[in-house]
């Protein structure tokens, strides 16, 4: 087995199996488990953390993006900012790192020019998922974001076939195919109820087609950097710092920024920093929540958390849906919810299965 098949085989063990990250706490000690009620407690406060940074995150970009008081039409600049702060806490956090005790988590990062070229077509893809997430939800209500980017699971069976040949079962299928009927039914209520943004749904589909793309490209570019999903964050954000300027120049957002009334702002800098903080943060709380429960679990969780984000936005912004909205939610989070438990049931048997050989094991994993 090559050198990058074992990084690409460590780094999946990791995320299916939790082995130990150096950033997260370590579970029990010397191999004894902790108290069933101490180990209860610890998942539902690192449940309740993941909700509260995922739904927070949600509703904090919503108003940096759409607020009616705030009136700032730069998407490219709220996510050029994020991306900006996530490098630049990587980087403290290794420079934090080197002054202390050694720690394999977090590398010494520094910025090479032939790695940066390396991981350039994730950038890529990277500067599409996060702008088409922004934009779809700048056009469309917190309420039918879930909705209006669910697409995401379709495209991973589709492009798993296109690219990697991997066929789907029947279950998987016909989950899709209620997430698919869900979102046509969400869209269809939309606009029956005078709110439906096409524009919001063009880069719906295409946030759910890069996360999809953006996945296959990371398990790729992941050997340039010797597996460590820290130094690939800070290039894959200091590459999207640089392209997002042609960008910003070419739509005219530092136009729209030297007329902005609020540049000045230190309410308006401190809720652009605790954006940053919130989608830097959404990773290492994702990475908790499944090393303390698993990545089936983990799926489960986010999608409860959809529900429960829907919910409060009905609720927060006083709006009316009828029946049907709220049964094209129940479809896209039910279907959801089946092609999770069956791939979860499909990759436990292949596991267990002594004859599979161990690549089509990680092959089903992924």
Not at 242 to 260: D, N, Q
Request: net charge positive; hydrophobic share 50%; charged share 15%.
């Amino acid at each position: 087995m090559s050198r990058a098949q074992l990084t690409r085989t460590r780094i999946l063990r990791m995320a299916l199996g939790g082995a130990a990250d150096p950033l997260l706490p370590a579970e029990g000690g010397g191999g004894r488990r902790a108290p069933f009620v101490l180990r209860a407690l610890r998942i539902a406060v690192v449940v309740c953390l993941y909700w509260f940074t995922s739904i927070a995150m949600v509703f904090l970009n919503k108003y940096l993006l759409d607020s009616p008081s705030l009136r700032l039409d730069a998407p490219l600049f709220v996510t050029f900012f994020q991306c900006a702060l996530t490098a630049a806490l990587c980087l403290g956090l290794s420079l934090g790192a080197a002054c202390g005790p050694p720690c394999p988590g977090l590398p010494a990062l520094r910025l090479d020019p032939k790695v940066s070229r390396s991981v350039l077509p994730l950038s890529a893809v990277f500067i599409g998922m996060v702008t088409s997430n922004n934009l779809c939800l700048k056009h469309v209500g917190v309420a039918f974001y879930n909705v209006g980017r669910s697409l995401t699971t379709v495209f991973n069976v589709l492009l798993s076939y296109l690219l990697l040949k991997q066929t789907t079962s029947l279950y998987a299928l016909l989950a899709c195919a209620v997430i698919i009927g869900g979102f046509w039914l969400g869209v269809d209520q939309e606009g029956a109820e005078g709110t439906l943004s096409w524009t919001g749904i063009f880069f719906g589909i295409l946030a759910s087609l890069c996360v999809s793309l953006n996945a296959i490209y990371t398990k790729k570019v992941l050997p340039v950097v010797d597996g460590s999903i820290w130094r690939l964050t800070f290039y894959n954000n200091v590459n999207a710092c640089v392209l997002f300027f042609p960008l910003m120049m070419l739509l005219g957002e530092f136009r729209t920024l030297y007329h902005f009334d609020k540049l000045g702002s230190p309410s308006f800098w401190g809720m652009m920093t605790l954006g940053g903080v919130f989608g830097f943060a959404i990773g290492y709380v994702t990475g908790l929540q499944i090393k303390f429960t698993s990545p089936l679990t983990h799926n489960v969780s986010g999608t409860a958390k959809a529900c429960a984000q829907t919910v409060l936005a009905v609720i927060y912004f006083e709006e009316t849906k009828s029946i049907l909205w709220w049964t094209s939610n129940l479809m896209v989070l039910g279907g959801s919810f089946a092609y999770t438990w069956v791939k979860g049931l499909e990759m436990r048997k292949v596991q267990e299965d002594p004859n599979v050989k161990s690549s089509e094991r990680n092959e089903t994993g992924v």
